[in-house]
Each structure stands twice: as C-alpha cells, then as structure tokens.
C-alpha cells in the first residue's frame, strides 16, 4: 500500500533551531539504534516511521552498524524510504556517523579520515541517498589527530556527501577544539549528540555552556535512558522489552538497580498528569539550549506518548526540587 503521509502533519510538532544555525529539528526526533535491523520486524519498523512524520517528527538518525547485523538498520530504513518516503525527501533530515567499530582491520573504527569517508560512502549506498543532511563523527579519537578526523567532516560536506555536520559524544573541551578546528575550515559545526537522562548528566557540568557559546545545537541519546526512564519496569521485565533481549546494552542488572527511583518518579509524573517518558523527556526540553530530544521507539504507541510529552513542559519550583531529591537517593 502506498504510503501518503497526513496533510496536518506540522501542525502540533514544535521545530528548534539547531543552536545558532538555520536548521530547525523537532523537538522530537527518532533514532533507529533498536528496533530497525535484520532481527526486527520491518512493518513495525515501517508503521513507527510512518507515525512518526505523521506527527512532524522529521529528523531520523542512524549510524553504520545499527543492527543488528551492523549497517542492517541503514538497509532496511533506505528500503522503507524508497518505497515511502521518496516523495519526502526535502522534509526530511537523515543523519548517520562512524566511529565505532564497523569492519574487521585498521581501517573500520575509530577516527580517521580513511574510516569516515569510506563510512559515509557504504552508509550512502545502504540507505539509497546522494547525501546525509548530518554526518558526524561518533566519538572522539585519542589516537588520531582532532584535525584529521575534523578535515574528514570537512571532506564530506564540500564533496557534497553530508550538508551539515556533527559531534557524538566528545567530551566539552574536545567539543570546544573540534568547533575551533571546524570554523576554521569552513564547515561549522552544527550540533552535538550526547548521552543525556535524568540518570546521566555529565552535559550540565560543562558540555551545554560550552555548545551554548559556540552556538552549536544539542540532541540528546537514550533520553528515557533506553526505556528505564517509563513505566515498563514498574512489575518486572517485559519479555519484549529491551532489557530482555539478548542484544544491546540495557540489562535486568541496570533495571534492578534503577527501578526505586523509577517508582517514585513514576509517582511524581502520574501527579502531573503525564507518564513517566513524557516527564523524563519534557525535564530534558526545558533547558533552552536542547535543540531535540532523540528517543527510540519500538511500537507506534510509544511514538504517540513520547509526542504528546509537548502538551506540557513546564516544571514548578516544587516539581524540580522533589525530582532532585529522587535523583539523589542511594
Ligand atoms: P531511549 O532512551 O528513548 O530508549 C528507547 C526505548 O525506550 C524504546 O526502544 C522502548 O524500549 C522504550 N520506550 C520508548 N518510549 C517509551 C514509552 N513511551 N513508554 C515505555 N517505553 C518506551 O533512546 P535509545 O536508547 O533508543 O536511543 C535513541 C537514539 O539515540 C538511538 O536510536 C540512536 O539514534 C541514538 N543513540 C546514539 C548514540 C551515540 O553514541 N551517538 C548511542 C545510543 C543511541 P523497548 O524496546 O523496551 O520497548
């Protein structure tokens, strides 16, 4: 069946410019991490899509070995957008990123120019595109000079591969340098992605202020925290849930340890009138300088809730403190 989206579509999401830049992303925006490789079920993957820029969510990020198998994620969503979407390019802005392992030998990992531009390349080829709207390195490299990897990015924009270009997970002063190295080439940056949950905050030490005065926008990952940060833990572990899969990084360990903070969380937000992702995903939105929060979805349901977290993003005095207090609890 062909695939036309809704005519109302922009009508409840609300877009944030990318820091300084002329970019705007919704303010939520899909990843495709889980649920979208060769051992998920395609018309899932495709009803989450489709529902997802229904609701305005335009932005949707990968990267090479999202899987699993790695690069299956990048396959099945440019099969997805040929058949859908290819009417809705233009409205749509794809981002990928290399830096992690990808292929056997020196040549596969990590940061060098090498790695990134054959990346890009083979990411390309699997989604079926001439270009990403956002190309970024996925972390940084100790052992490759920040320059190198930054005249990579540099690379993939002026060869017309990528038309912006990102940071994944660089720490602030390595975010600071890669911004000077990237002015100064030509290609600034645009927009930084890093880990950021009530569960981990390492970004308001340093990180914001420093992306805030070089006017680099911010999306952060694992918002939910992988799916801790909502009320699928409350009575056990779901067997379809991420934390029982075999696969990826989420572990009953992870829930055991988090779940007593979740309940009185989940409390909290119930007294909001809100579920427990949309307070997690709203208390990220209301710090000004994040540009999106970057959520995984593995049904169509979660998709709705994480959109209706728009309805209300303001925090009381009140709220705030007690959400700190739940934090910080042993
Ligand atoms: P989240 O923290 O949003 O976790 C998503 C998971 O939470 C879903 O798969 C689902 O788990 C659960 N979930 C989502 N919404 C709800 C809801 N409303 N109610 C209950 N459970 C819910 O993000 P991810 O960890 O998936 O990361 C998001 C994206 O960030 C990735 O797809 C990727 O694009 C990017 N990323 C980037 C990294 C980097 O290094 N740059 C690293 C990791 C991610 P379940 O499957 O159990 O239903």
């Given amino acids: 069946m062909t695939y036309i989206s809704k005519d109302n579509r922009y009508d409840t999401m609300k877009y944030n410019r990318c820091g300084k830049w002329g970019l705007k992303l919704p303010a939520v925006s899909l990843g495709l991490w889980h649920n979208f490789g060769d051992v998920d079920t395609i018309k899932n993957g495709r009803g989450i899509l489709h529902r997802a820029f229904d609701l305005g969510i335009t932005h949707f990020d990968l990267a090479n070995n999202y899987g699993p198998p790695y690069g299956s994620a990048e396959e099945n969503f440019g099969k997805i957008l040929k058949q859908d979407f290819s009417n809705y390019r233009d409205e749509l802005i794809i981002s990928s990123k290399a830096g992690y392992d990808m292929w056997p030998g020196p040549y596969g990992d990590w940061g060098s120019r090498k790695y990134l531009i054959a990346s890009l390349d083979q990411s390309l080829k699997r989604m079926g595109l001439d270009y990403v709207d956002i190309f970024y390195s996925h972390r940084p490299d100790p052992n490759t000079p920040l320059e190198e990897t930054m005249m990579a990015l540099d690379r993939a924009v002026r060869s017309g591969k990528a038309l912006y270009v990102g940071i994944s997970n660089y720490p602030a002063d390595k975010a600071k340098e890669a911004s000077r190295i990237l002015k100064e080439l030509g290609t600034p940056c645009l927009i930084h992605q890093p880990k950021y949950s009530m569960f981990v905050r390492w970004v308001e030490d340093e990180?914001?202020?420093?992306?805030?005065?070089?006017?680099?926008?911010?999306?952060?990952?694992?918002?939910?925290?992988?799916?801790?940060?909502?009320?699928k833990y409350l009575n056990g572990i779901p067997e379809d849930s991420r934390?029982?899969?075999?696969?990826?990084?989420?572990?009953?360990?992870?829930?055991?340890?988090?779940?007593?903070?979740?309940?009185?969380?989940?409390?909290?937000?119930?007294?909001?009138?809100?579920?427990?992702?949309?307070?997690?995903?709203?208390?990220?939105?209301k710090d000004?300088?994040?540009?999106?929060?970057?959520?995984?979805?593995?049904?169509?349901?979660?998709?709705?809730?994480?959109?209706?977290?728009?309805?209300?993003?303001?925090?009381?005095d009140e709220e705030l403190i007690l959400i700190e207090e739940i934090l910080s609890l042993d």
């Fill in 288 to 316: 000004k300088r994040i540009t999106s929060v970057l959520i995984g979805a593995s049904s169509v349901k979660q998709i709705n809730d994480n959109v209706e977290t728009l309805k209300n993003l303001a925090f009381s």
């Fill in 243 to 285: 934390a029982a899969k075999s696969w990826g990084f989420l572990h009953e360990s992870d829930v055991n340890s988090a779940i007593g903070k979740v309940q009185k969380l989940n409390e909290l937000a119930l007294q909001r009138e809100q579920s427990l992702a949309q307070m997690a995903l709203a208390w990220i939105l």
């Fill in 207 to 231: 990180l914001l202020d420093v992306l805030e005065e070089e006017g680099i926008g911010c999306i952060p990952f694992s918002p939910l925290a992988q799916g801790l940060l909502s009320d």
